[in-house]
């Protein structure tokens, strides 16, 4: 009996050995690679290089037992349970100029096509059904992506904010390893994109307040208060970023995946004003609330960066924290209203004109949601 059980034993931890192992070979390439020879050095000359990793002049702060009691607080309506309305996009939709010069066609969660006086910008593309290194583990997304990857193409620059994965996708920078695309990102994060098949003369890093020509638009790299890191060993080992792209004619802001800061004015003062924000709104608890600004803040930080129209994003897609999936709209709809500020709110897949007269349509479903008095998302140390 107990050499059964020493035999059963056996074979289950080999079954164990052999999955992890199965499991470690996919997920390894996923994983990225590290910075290494000029990229490294360069990266230790930045002002946010400390003590071998980047940090933010405000430091994150994180309520653990906060973080913990939100799990088993989450809200019965953080996924949708009903089909989400969405615009499938056709290929020919992208086949001429927009007239204003400016469009922008939100795909769900941080990707949208941002069509500026000419260039086409493609900023966080993830295609993936999830966003993880193993292809089902981890939230997966509450609809197909809205256009075919081939069929978006060609675009002129990608631009990546950090290399979280909801953010950082690999098949996505494979496939789009294949265009001539340009890729503008923080310091650090072209050893990933090297590592994956782009080539180096098309990966340009920059660190906060550094910019690259693409034709006639400018890139600018701005401040973000964030964080980086695809395992538990390389945290911070890259930078995070939002970014400003300037045209002849327009401006956009993107505020990447960050806390509210100070320096937002200081965005706003040297580049702006923005014709459009796309500032994240959503995957905020109070619990980690220099993380994620949440929807009130994003509207202050709208106003900060002197903003025209805010497009909300970094909702609608994944399950990434514990609120309602539509709370984050909810209450940056109101937030707005209350200070005068413009936003847009297209369907996923649906393109908005900034600079003509906006039509917002309401097409989420009416879902209980936590007021911004229940649930405040205030930042820290912003004096």
């Known amino acids: 009996m107990r050499r059964a059980i020493r035999r059963g034993a056996a074979m289950g931890a080999s079954f164990v050995a052999v999955a992890l192992g199965i499991a470690t070979t996919i997920a390894w390439r996923g994983l990225g690679h590290h910075a290494e020879g000029a990229r490294r050095d360069r990266m230790r000359s930045s002002p946010q290089w400390h003590s071998n990793t980047f ?20 809200s019965a309506a953080s996924v949708p349970l009903q089909t989400v309305p969405v615009e499938r996009v056709h290929r020919d ?99 990933h994109l090297e590592y994956w098949g782009v080539r180096v003369d098309r990966i ?25 890191g ?35 004015r200081e965005i706003g003062d ?12 959503g995957q905020y608890h109070r619990a ?20 025209r129209v805010l497009l909300p994003v970094h909702w609608g897609l994944f399950r990434l924290a514990y609120h309602g999936w539509t709370e984050p709209i909810e209450r940056v709809t109101a937030a707005a209203a209350l200070r005068n500020v413009s936003v847009t709110t297209p369907r996923p897949g649906e393109s908005v004109e900034p600079t003509l007269p906006l039509r917002t349509t309401r097409w989420w479903p009416a879902l209980p949601w936590e007021t911004v008095a229940q649930h405040p998302i205030v930042s820290t140390q912003l004096r």
């Open 55 to 74: 940090e933010n002049p405000q430091p994150l702060v994180n309520d653990i037992v906060g973080g913990l009691f939100a799990i088993s607080a989450a």
């Open 93 to 191: 939709h992208f086949a001429s100029v927009p007239p204003s010069g400016l469009r922008v066609t939100w795909m769900g969660h941080s990707t949208a096509l941002i069509e500026i006086d000419g260039a086409r910008v493609l900023i966080d593309p993830i295609w993936s059904r999830r966003p993880s290194p193993l292809p089902s583990v981890g939230p997966s997304r509450w609809y197909a992506p809205m256009i075919a990857l081939d069929s978006l193409l060609p675009v002129d620059v990608v631009v990546i904010s950090h290399d979280h994965y909801d953010h950082l996708d690999m098949s996505t920078v494979v496939a789009l390893a294949r265009t001539n695309a340009r890729f503008v990102v923080p310091l650090g994060l072209g050893a």
């Open 204 to 228: 340009t890093e920059l660190d906060w307040w550094d910019s690259t020509r693409v034709g006639t638009l400018t890139v600018h790299s701005t401040p973000a208060r964030h964080a980086s």
């Open 230 to 264: 695809r395992m538990l060993i390389d945290n911070d080992a890259t930078l995070w970023s939002g970014f400003a792209l300037v045209g002849p004619t327009h401006r956009v802001y993107y505020s990447g995946d960050t806390g509210l800061f100070p320096a937002m």
């Open 270 to 281: 040297r580049l702006g004003p923005f014709d459009c924000t796309l500032i994240e709104i």
């Open 288 to 307: 980690w609330p220099d993380w994620h600004i949440g929807p009130e803040q994003a509207v202050e930080a709208h106003v900060l960066v002197r903003g």
